[in-house]
């Protein structure tokens, strides 16, 4: 999760009167001038002291102002590539944007059905059925995993779901051997912190299930079971992630609910 991402969900998700929550706000409404601020000038800038960035940075999930600083520069220079549907060289010399996403799409979802393994579905099912509390650490809330939280929630099962890394590592801390870890989370999305998360998880003998666009994901090492594809390291990736979560909701639901 980038620096922009980072900041886009602290201010979704916080008060309206929460201090911090307005200077992320007055940070996104001047994104450019951050690369060449200094802690000092950015300070200014948002009408709060140094010690509030400073914290703010920590909040985060950043070591401090300079990581937080450097990270959002890279997240604003590169935005017009990582933010992008599809990869702007699979455009064919034929095709329009449109005509390629559909192409592409259609490629991911015959792939997922090739190499879609129902008893892993089963067994993800059933591992998560067993235990007393789910918590799923996610890059951002979908349709899919808030529908596979309600199934959860109809089968009495004590679920919760974290987008901050910070969060996520102290719910990590709260986790045993009755608790499953659901980590969905796209590779260009990976933090220290959430593996930190993930780490803790394992330590604790949580039960883990990774989501990942990448065969070579750090967090698949801490993994239970897995799911991973070698995506495209862009947003159309995440329709593949939701395929695989929609189908595992269908098999918890014909097991558990229906």
Request: aromatic share 12%; hydrophobic share 40%; glycine share 2%.
């Amino acid at each position: 999760m980038n620096a922009l991402d980072n900041m886009l969900l602290y201010f979704n998700n916080s008060k309206q009167d929460d201090l911090y929550r307005e200077v992320v706000g007055n940070i996104l409404k001047k994104l450019k001038k951050v690369e060449k601020a200094s802690i000092y000038e950015l300070a200014e800038m948002c009408f709060v002291s140094t010690t509030t960035i400073s914290r703010l940075c920590k909040k985060l999930g950043y070591k401090n102002f300079m990581d937080f600083k450097l990270e959002l520069s890279n997240s604003v220079k590169k935005y017009a590539y990582l933010n992008r549907y599809i990869p702007i060289n699979s455009i064919g010399k034929s095709e329009d944007e449109f005509d390629a996403y559909f192409r592409i799409l259609k490629k991911q979802v015959e792939e997922f059905q090739a190499e879609l393994d129902r008893d892993l579905l089963t067994k993800i099912a059933e591992a998560m059925h067993n235990c007393r509390k789910i918590s799923i650490y996610t890059y951002g809330t979908s349709f899919a995993e808030l529908s596979l939280q309600s199934d959860l929630v109809m089968t009495g099962k004590e679920t919760v779901l974290f987008l901050d890394p910070s969060d996520q590592i102290h719910d990590a801390e709260t986790l045993d051997s009755e608790c499953f870890a659901f980590i969905s989370i796209p590779s260009l999305s990976e933090s220290a912190a959430t593996e930190e998360a993930v780490k803790i998880a394992q330590e604790r003998n949580a039960r883990i299930f990774v989501l990942t666009t990448s065969r070579y994901s750090a967090f698949l090492k801490y993994a239970d079971y897995s799911y991973c594809f070698d995506g495209m390291l862009h947003l159309i990736d995440m329709y593949r992630m939701t395929l695989f979560i929609n189908f595992l909701s269908m098999t918890y639901r014909k097991n558990y609910i229906d």
